[in-house]
């Protein structure tokens, strides 16, 4: 019986966080990158609206700016 309230303690948990995210999260790719990331340091609010980094930007040339100034 444990196993099974902690089971579903676990997916109310996710589907709260599914609920919440602004990002469209499918239940299944939410647990498999929360599996992934279950030990690094990040604000899970942040994380779960945006999971993606993004690329910097190229200057007009295409090129990727090594240092600023």
């Known amino acids: 019986m444990i196993q099974i309230w902690t089971s579903m303690i ?4 996710l589907k709260y966080l599914q609920k919440k995210a602004k990002y469209d999260w499918n ?10 990331n279950i030990f690094v340091k990040i604000n ?9 980094i993004r690329r ?3 200057d007009e040339n295409g090129q ?3 240092f600023s100034g």
């Open 64 to 66: 990727l700016q090594l």
């Open 56 to 58: 910097p930007n190229k």
């Open 27 to 36: 239940l299944s790719n939410l647990v498999g990158f929360i599996r992934m």
């Open 10 to 13: 676990g997916i109310l948990l």
């Open 44 to 52: 899970i609010w942040k994380w779960i609206d945006d999971p993606f």
